[in-house]
């Protein structure tokens, strides 16, 4: 028997969770049938909400409400300087990181615990319908990500308590869902344009062997970049004494801009109605394509950018699959078209083939299918800084994962015991201009005079597009001492520190559920209880028995209004003990009904 | 005897298994107890996807090869199995992608083919240095290129270079073939027959011709990359 691996695509703005059961694909929805969960948090004075709860606090002046946390996964402060306008609640600059301040617990929560928050509502979800416990999982990110924001939504989900057997890239989750089943060798195009970002990637599906041939996108180009588009124009015909700084003006005109582009593709026209601000225009489709199309026209520099690393033109492409709700723009569509003149694939909801996806690939990672197979690709090339401030390419952009690259150093100094290695990724010639991604020192190196250390150093990037550096001095044939300092995101004791934080937080829900749990139980059987005395003569229950239930009753009531979970058992069953005998008596009473009054035997009665 | 007679340096039997100490049949896969083997040392790129030696390969053999491999060895199958199994598989997965990333690639592949005939053979090393000449051909083409772009002609400058490619890669190419005939007619024939001194002079000389060729392609492409860098820049900006 297999364990069930979940697949969760933890997205920008919407997440789910989805798994393969009885070889079928299935989302999972929530209690009250909802397949997505939308990836915000709101922290108040009376506790964490997650999902449509805390959404809707989203106007809220006592509420702070996490929305696009994952724009700030793996990055700096300094990074995402640029962004926090757009965001609606505040950022400290803590260490060089950018972190939420959580006034009413007093402490500060990063990206990856707020994602973990959500991972970990989704974790419940698929425990409640598997009605079993949960632990490995497959959580999807965007192809472009690099190496430290795959880092932190793996760590999200290890702070979630999950196992995370594989960062997997969303547009390849994608074909993995279309694959799935009915999928038809050939080229495939997918384009993903999600909440926040956009991916490309090219792939041959082939006796179900799917193997990545490039991918290309921007981490910084979504759905969201369109409604900026709109409202942007929008702010030119505001009427005066309107302050569009206002975050409540924001939000209105960002979901009015998110109604209209919806209201679009259907029709040619629409109202656009805030009488809160006194706006009111009509918006043509027309009018929006023009806004939106410098925005189209960005994404086809990766798509070409993909295209040209993979040697292909765009007539060799046998469909393009298109995944992101911002795919379902007509003018997206039409762009898309026009470049491949070739069948889309848009039959699939854009919004739930990635988690659909991320399910399949757990599927194959749980052992249960061997007729699939993934060969994805490193989305950035990988190097290490060289004398004069230079990038040496160790992995170019665009290799199968997982690879290994293989780099000799030395001392450059009699009795030196430490080198240092600056390892970056990204594409540009100086390594200044790429992403750094951390620092190694290798320690502890015998002292001797210069050059004569050999020590070999591999780096491995992983199936997940994570790195791994490993030294061997080849002298002795002795792995070496690596100290890893990481540029961005979280170190890894910060993050195991985290972790041990939020399985004591899981404690203190588990505990919370289960007295709350208890208190239902307790409840429920007592009104049943009570209502049952009512009805019930002296004939069928003595009056020294019902004396006995009546106290357990009251001290079962008393408990429920405590704290203890456990008491609150104890009680429940002791309850269930003094009512025993006369549960046994009603059914006797209630079989010898249904027999006509003949009393059974003994032996027949208990069977 | 098997397809491929003259390199064999990475198969050698009476291997043992590392798990259950059994004779491995085979390099890849222990028949006794079923579990992937490390790649031995000596295997280069052609033996690990378990094709013949030669200049040529058929590109859809190739990834038919690269994908059976892969189901062999890639990590995803390999999850659930004892800390040894996942480094075997992790380390066999990278260089099965190495070998088919050089093997796919035709100029790649061949100057890998030569790098593995290189030893007592210097002269068809293709990490030997150009001649004189051919740098200053070089050098030349080059200045002409960007006197050309500085009087804004970019597109004029590109489409020479890609012709300049297009040659030599079409020379690459047709010398490859050759090679690979001349090789495939020699392998033939029995091995008491052997080449003929005409025949392995001719082929020495197409080996040397082509090492040069691959090396003054590299100076084409890095000249390219030159040439194209400020023109993608004004593009995307």
């Known amino acids: 028997m297999t364990r069930t691996v979940i697949g969760i695509d933890l997205g920008t703005t919407n997440s789910l969770v989805a798994i393969i059961e009885n070889g079928k694909l299935r989302v999972i929805p929530d209690t009250e049938g909802r397949k997505l969960l939308p990836s915000v948090v709101a922290l108040s004075s009376s506790g964490v909400q997650v999902g449509f709860s805390a959404k809707a606090r989203i106007n809220d002046p006592e509420t702070v409400v996490v929305y696009s946390a994952k724009r700030l996964m793996g990055r700096s402060f300094a990074d995402v300087e640029n962004e926090i306008r757009q965001l609606a609640y505040p950022l400290a600059n803590i260490d060089g990181l950018p972190l939420i301040p959580d006034q009413y617990r007093n402490r500060h929560l990063s990206a990856p615990q707020i994602g973990a928050l959500i991972l970990a509502e989704l974790r419940k979800r698929a425990e409640v319908a598997l009605g079993q416990t949960v632990t490995d999982a497959v959580i999807t990110v965007p192809a472009y ?48 344009l999600g909440g926040g970002t956009f991916d490309f990637s090219l792939l041959s599906i082939r006796r179900g062997v799917f193997e990545v041939k490039s991918t290309s996108g921007d981490t910084h180009l979504g759905g969201d970049d369109f409604d900026q588009a709109i409202i942007a124009q929008w702010l030119k015909i505001l009427p005066k004494g309107v302050d569009p700084s206002r975050p409540e003006v924001r939000d209105l005109l960002r979901k009015e801009a998110e109604k209209a582009k919806i209201a679009l593709s259907q029709s040619t026209e629409t109202t656009v109605s805030l009488p809160a601000i006194g706006f009111e225009t009509t918006l043509s489709r027309e009018s929006m394509n023009k806004w939106v199309e410098p925005l189209v026209q960005r994404t086809l520099i990766p798509v070409h950018k993909a295209l040209s690393d993979a040697g292909v033109s765009p007539g060799e492409v046998d469909g393009v699959i298109l995944v992101g709700g911002a795919t379902r723009l007509l003018r997206v569509k039409e762009a898309v078209g026009e470049l491949f003149n070739r069948p889309v694939f848009d039959e699939h909801d854009p919004d739930l083939v990635v988690g659909e996806g991320a399910a399949v690939q757990g599927d194959i990672l749980s052992g249960a299918r061997k007729d699939m197979l993934l060969l994805d690709v490193t989305p950035l090339s990988l190097g290490i800084e060289t004398m004069g401030g230079v990038m040496s390419s160790l992995i170019p ?25 600056h390892v970056l990724q990204g594409e540009r010639e100086m390594a200044k ?22 020590i070999e150093v591999t780096f491995t990037i992983d199936a997940n597009g994570i790195l791994d550096v490993r030294a061997l001095d080849q002298r002795t044939g002795h792995s070496q001492g690596v100290v890893v300092h990481p540029s961005y995101g979280i170190s890894k004791d910060t993050v195991r520190e985290m972790i041990k934080e939020s399985f004591q937080h899981a404690q203190e829900d588990f505990q919370t559920r289960m007295l709350i749990d208890s208190r239902t139980e307790a409840t429920t059987v007592t009104n049943a209880t009570r209502r049952a005395l009512e009805k019930l003569g002296p004939d069928i229950l003595p009056d020294d028995e019902r004396l006995v239930i009546n106290k357990q009753l009251d001290t079962l009531e008393k408990a429920v209004k405590g704290e203890n979970a456990k008491l609150i058992r104890d009680e429940t069953s002791a309850l269930d003990q003094v009512t025993r005998p006369l549960a046994e008596r009603l059914m006797n009473t209630s079989v010898q009904g249904a027999l006509g009054g003949k009393a059974l035997p003994e032996t027949e009665m208990e069977a | 005897m ?30 006794t107890c079923v579990k992937i083997q490390p790649f031995k040392e000596g295997r280069d790129y052609f033996d690990i996807l378990g094709l013949p030696h030669r200049l040529v390969i058929d590109s859809g053999i190739l990834t038919e090869k690269f994908h059976e491999k892969s189901r062999l060895f890639h990590p995803d199958f390999h999850r659930m199995e004892i800390h040894t199994e996942q480094e075997i598989s992790l380390t066999n997965a990278s260089r099965l992608n190495q070998a088919f990333k050089t093997l796919k690639d035709p100029f ?34 080059k200045e002409e290129l960007e006197s050309e772009v500085a009087i804004g002609h970019q597109e004029k400058a590109f ?8 040659n030599l890669e079409g020379i690459i190419l047709g010398n490859m073939q050759e090679i690979d005939q001349l090789e495939s007619g020699a392998e033939s024939l029995s091995p008491d027959q052997p080449l003929t001194e005409e025949t392995l002079e001719s082929l020495q000389k197409k080996k040397v011709r082509l090492s ?26």
């Open chain 1, 145 to 192: 990500f690099n190496d430290a924001q795959r880092q932190a939504t793996k760590d999200a989900g290890e702070m979630a308590g999950l196992n995370v057997l594989r960062i997997l890239n969303e547009p390849t989750a994608a074909a993995l869902a279309y694959g799935f089943g009915t999928g038809k060798d050939g080229l495939y195009a997918v384009y993903d």
């Open chain 2, 108 to 141: 790649l592949r061949a100057a890998y083919y030569l790098s593995l005939q290189k030893l007592g053979n210097p002269a068809i090393d293709p990490k030997k240095r150009l001649s004189p000449q051919d740098l200053m051909e070089l050098m030349e083409l």
């Open chain 2, 159 to 166: 489409a020479r270079l890609e012709k300049e490619t297009k």
């Open chain 1, 397 to 421: 952009r665009n290799t199968t994962i997982p690879t290994q690259a293989k780099e000799l150093f030395t001392t450059f100094l009699d009795g030196q015991v430490k080198v240092d290695i």
């Open chain 1, 433 to 454: 201009d790429n992403r750094s991604l951390a620092r190694f020192s290798l320690t502890d190196i015998a002292p001797m005079t210069a050059g004569a250390a050999r």
């Open chain 2, 2 to 31: 098997g397809e491929h007679t003259h390199r064999h340096s990475g198969d050698m039997a009476s291997s043992l298994c590392w798990n259950c100490k059994g004779t491995l049949e085979e390099a890849d896969l222990c028949g």
């Open chain 2, 212 to 237: 040069r060729d691959l090396e003054y392609r590299k100076y084409i492409l890095s000249i390219r990359r030159e040439i194209l860098t400020p023109a993608t820049v004004k593009e995307t900006s």
